[in-house]
């Protein structure tokens, strides 16, 4: 089965994308984007593949679902395409990259300058339905996001994985802890930051702490 997924990924994933589910999870998604308004475009779904190529992923930051209000998924967790408004998950990561690592909170929301320089920015359900959050759950996206995270897990090593909150944390079971760096928090909604579970956590200073000591490049956040 073809699937238009960046290169370095292909033969990591091929297997994957041979099962039964795989194969009913893309018809669904092909139905639903004829049929309904979704998000991101559909060239965008695997974007966070396209930008980060497997071998070059040193970060992994997982979030659950695209955004679904217009215009502003773009198939990288947390990001926004440039010129929209930031959603309140993104300004508190980068309120916390601002007090963390001092660096001045920024004009553009979006994150493929984080992914270009190794950060894989995934997020556990890959499309969604308009104004419809959770829509497209349970379709076998977290299946195969689930298998995305046992093969970095297994064939890499020193890999930081960020989890911020329950969900994100639920995924990280996929992940070695002997050959990983993981930091969990709570997560930057502000329903969670407002409670004192994400803000000071400092996990922006730390990856590159981390990254620092395996003898790699840090991250510009």
């Given at each position: 089965?073809?699937?238009?997924?960046?290169e370095s990924w292909k033969h990591i994933l091929q297997e994957e994308f041979e099962k039964d589910y795989f194969k009913n999870l893309i018809d669904f998604v092909k139905t639903e984007y004829q049929n309904h308004t979704c998000f991101p475009?559909?060239?965008?779904?695997?974007?966070?593949?396209?930008?980060?190529?497997?071998?070059?992923?040193?970060?992994?930051?997982?979030?659950?679902?695209?955004?679904?209000?217009?215009?502003?998924?773009?198939?990288?967790?947390?990001?926004?395409?440039?010129?929209?408004?930031?959603?309140?998950?993104?300004?508190?990561?980068?309120?916390?990259?601002?007090?963390?690592?001092?660096?001045?909170?920024?004009?553009?929301?979006?994150?493929?300058?984080?992914?270009?320089?190794?950060?894989?920015?995934?997020?556990?359900?890959?499309?969604?339905?308009?104004?419809?959050?959770?829509?497209?759950?349970?379709?076998?996206?977290?299946?195969?996001?689930?298998?995305?995270?046992?093969?970095?897990?297994?064939?890499?090593?020193?890999?930081?994985?960020?989890?911020?909150?329950?969900?994100?944390?639920?995924?990280?079971?996929?992940?070695?802890?002997?050959?990983?760096?993981?930091?969990?928090?709570?997560?930057?909604?502000?329903?969670?930051?407002?409670?004192?579970?994400?803000?000071?956590?400092?996990?922006?200073?730390?990856?590159?702490?981390?990254?620092?000591?395996?003898?790699?490049?840090?991250?510009?956040?």
């Amino acid at each position: 089965m073809q699937v238009n997924i960046a290169e370095s990924w292909k033969h990591i994933l091929q297997e994957e994308f041979e099962k039964d589910y795989f194969k009913n999870l893309i018809d669904f998604v092909k139905t639903e984007y004829q049929n309904h308004t979704c998000f991101p475009k559909g060239d965008n779904i695997f974007s966070a593949f396209d930008f980060c190529s497997f071998e070059d992923v040193k970060v992994v930051i997982i979030g659950q679902d695209p955004y679904h209000g217009v215009g502003q998924a773009n198939g990288l967790c947390f990001s926004v395409h440039e010129g929209i408004k930031h959603p309140p998950s993104l300004i508190n990561i980068f309120k916390e990259i601002e007090t963390d690592v001092n660096i001045p909170y920024p004009v553009s929301g979006d994150l493929s300058r984080w992914a270009k320089q190794g950060v894989l920015l995934l997020n556990a359900t890959l499309t969604v339905r308009a104004g419809e959050a959770g829509s497209h759950q349970k379709k076998g996206w977290e299946q195969f996001t689930d298998a995305v995270i046992s093969k970095i897990s297994e064939e890499k090593e020193n890999v930081v994985f960020l989890l911020w909150g329950g969900y994100a944390k639920k995924k990280g079971a996929k992940i070695n802890k002997n050959k990983h760096h993981i930091l969990t928090s709570g997560h930057p909604s502000p329903l969670s930051a407002n409670r004192g579970y994400w803000f000071g956590n400092k996990h922006f200073s730390k990856t590159n702490e981390f990254l620092q000591k395996d003898g790699l490049p840090t991250i510009q956040w």
